[in-house]
Structures are given as C-alpha cells and as structure tokens.
C-alpha cells in the first residue's frame, strides 16, 4: 500500500514561495502508472487541483495556476515537491499529495476519485 506525507512551512508570507514535499513510501515514484498530484482545499470551498507529475517525470498544471506552479521530484528520495510562487492569502488551504495509478490521467481529479491521499497540511498565507 501507499502512502503519502506532506511537510513543509505552515505559514507563509506574502508574495514569497511556498514550497512543499510529498514523501512516498510503498512503491517508488517512477512505477508505472502512477501519477502523483497536488491538490489544495481552501477553507469553506472545494478541492482543487493543482498539477501532477507522472512516472516519467512529465508535469501538467492547473491553467489558472500554471505561471506559479512548479512540481518536481527527487528520485533518491522518493519524494514530490510543490513550488507555488508570489502567494497571497487566497493561497491558504490545506495542501495534499494524492496518487492516482492508471494508464492516463486527465488534468483534474478523476471522477473515480484518487488511489491514495496524504492527510495533506495546512499552509496559511499571512503577513
């Protein structure tokens, strides 16, 4: 089985980067299929999704996010990272890492829902 653990700062300054990691333990990030998501939940509004890398290393982004987007991977440690840049406090949400194991993922979240989620962590934008 997999899971997922996110870590990173749990408060952020305005118009600084946020940055995150997902660490996997289970299966390695470079199995195919296994695509690796980031998705976000503000509070009192619903998920949304932010990009994925797949297996292979290829990224694609939310268009409304793509400019401040950047999701990387280190293969030696098994572990996805999130780059959200120039935030404000529409970016405060809980943050999670979620996968989803299937030939092709469309962007978004899958109707079928994700395979495994990270508890995910909260991320406030404040001065």
């Known amino acids: 089985q997999v899971q997922l653990q996110e870590s990173g700062p749990g408060l952020v300054k305005p118009s600084q980067t946020l940055s995150l990691n997902c660490t996997v333990s289970g299966d390695s990030i470079t199995t195919n299929y296994y695509y690796w998501n980031w998705i976000r939940q503000p509070p009192g509004n619903e998920l949304e999704w932010i990009g994925y890398i797949t297996y292979s290393g290829s990224t694609y982004y939310n268009p409304s996010l793509k400019s401040r987007t950047s999701i990387s991977r280190d293969t030696s440690k098994n572990q996805i990272t999130l780059q959200l840049s120039s935030v404000t406090p529409e970016d405060t949400a809980v943050y999670y890492c979620?996968?989803?194991?299937?030939?092709?993922?469309?962007?978004?979240?899958?109707?079928?829902?994700?395979?495994?989620w990270g508890k995910g962590t909260l991320v406030t934008v404040s001065s």
């Open positions: 979620a996968t989803k194991f299937t030939s092709v993922q469309a962007m978004g979240i899958p109707r079928d829902g994700m395979d495994y």
